[in-house]
């Protein structure tokens, strides 16, 4: 697999950082793919990473990723541990440097609500405000529709809305 590739890469020029990024996103892919363990063991070493860098303003991805596989998993215990310090700095509006602060948003969103948690409700206004925050930024109308129709989480979003 690439990313495993550009890991390797990253461990050999001395970059944690991208390291992280790269184990973040093999995260990501793992959990698409159906693998929660192999996701749950990316999440966790880029979590250690961000720890170990001090970067925890960047540790929002692989927590709600993992988050959402404790829920998957039916551990809602460990799905509330993982998810609280990230809900926090969605509120606080403080997800400066997430490469994808949406997918931290909508995780926050969907554990919350799959619990029945009131926050559910403020968070998936606030993931309204952040997408068309972000496609508002875009000046060309056709690209503007373009990042709408393309970003998956903004099609979950209006699909939720439209549910509530």
């Known amino acids: 697999m690439e990313l495993t ?9 001395s ?11 093999l995260g990501h892919t793992f959990a698409a793919l159906g693998e929660p363990d192999k996701a749950e063991k990316a999440y966790r070493s ?12 960047l540790a929002a991805e692989p927590q709600s990723g993992l988050a959402i596989l404790s829920i998957d998993q039916g551990n809602q215990a460990a799905a509330y541990a993982w998810i609280e310090p990230v809900i926090d700095q969605v509120l606080a509006d403080d997800l400066g440097g997430s490469d ?3 997918r ?3 995780s926050c969103y969907h554990l919350l609500h799959a619990l029945s948690d009131q926050r559910a409700g ?3 206004q606030l993931a309204e ?8 930024a875009i000046d060309d109308p056709l690209l503007r529709r373009q990042f709408r129709g393309r970003t998956q989480f903004y099609r979950r979003l209006i699909a939720s809305s439209g549910s509530h």
């Open 5 to 13: 590739t550009a890991n390797e890469i990253f461990r050999q020029v």
């Open 15 to 25: 970059s944690p950082s991208y390291e992280a990024a790269a184990q973040t996103c």
């Open 46 to 57: 880029a979590l250690a990473l961000r720890r170990q860098l001090n970067q925890m303003h």
């Open 100 to 102: 994808d602060p949406l």
């Open 104 to 106: 931290v948003i909508w």
């Open 122 to 124: 403020r968070l998936l």
């Open 129 to 136: 405000t952040s997408v068309e925050r972000r496609a508002n």
